[in-house]
């Protein structure tokens, strides 16, 4: 089983890890120019990012060769995922042929602008984490078959992000990251930039043009140097079984 994986604050890695397998990171395939995959049983894991798949993510598979008997995609999300599920089986068809199994769980959200972080970690128990991932596991153990149906609610989200175009004025950019007098240069941020979308010198910390908005530089930074315009608060969060060196690991 080979799973192919995007990760910012830990979330998805830490799915991938619980699924097993070969895990893969795709801004590593990017950079690597590798969109042959092939293997009995082939899927992938990210974020939901306004209600869809990250852009590296998409594309990647709309370039992406994938063979395999059996696909899964699973996507990490913090409170709705919109049409999500859909959207992720779309691109894993178009990839593969066929999205056999697609599924969400829903862990901590780590969008600054719209939630307190530590509100967010404080009702991660409520969540029950491990359970999801039990019946993931069971399902994609037993070659499930499903795509989760999208409810009104979460359409009315996706036609919030797609139709309305409220994805396009998102304030996690680039733009909106501030550094403040904390900062020691250390690279950290630069490091688990999955985009390489982050410079640091002795002088500055440059934000480029081609953020994902992932969040991984401002939740990652060991100084907590990196704000965001109108964050609810100060409070940073990367999953507790995840480290900065698995981050950089993945993104490097």
């Not at 990250?54 to 709309?62: C, F, T």
């Not at 399902?139 to 919030?160: C, E, Y």
């Amino acid at each position: 089983m080979t799973v192919l994986y995007f990760t910012a604050t830990g979330n998805s890695l830490f799915v991938a890890k619980k699924i097993g397998g070969e895990l893969l990171s795709i801004p590593k395939l990017v950079r690597e120019g590798r969109y042959e995959i092939k293997d009995d049983v082939v899927g992938l894991v990210c974020p939901t990012y306004c209600a869809d798949v990250p852009r590296m993510v998409r594309e990647y598979l709309a370039k992406a060769t994938i063979e395999a008997d059996y696909t899964f995609f699973i996507g990490t999300y913090g409170y709705m995922a919109g049409a999500y599920t859909d959207h992720a089986a779309e691109y894993l068809k178009k990839a593969a042929g066929h999205a056999d199994y697609v599924d969400k769980i829903i862990m901590v959200d780590t969008a600054l602008t719209r939630f307190e972080s530590q509100k967010q970690i404080d009702t991660l128990p409520e969540k029950h984490v491990d359970q999801q991932m039990e019946r993931i596991l069971s399902n994609i153990s037993s070659r499930r078959h499903s795509t989760p149906k999208v409810g009104a609610g979460d359409k009315f989200v996706d036609w919030l992000y797609h139709t309305a175009g409220a994805s396009q004025v998102a304030p996690e950019k680039a733009k909106s990251h501030i550094v403040n007098d904390q900062c020691v240069h250390c690279g950290t941020c630069a490091r688990v930039c999955p985009a390489d979308n982050i410079i640091v010198t002795k002088e500055k910390v440059e934000f480029l043009d081609h953020c994902e908005g992932c969040l991984g530089c401002v939740h990652n930074c060991p100084k907590n140097a990196i704000h965001l315009k109108n964050e609810k608060s100060n409070a940073r969060f990367r999953n507790p079984e995840v480290s900065i060196r698995d981050l950089v690991e993945a993104n490097n």
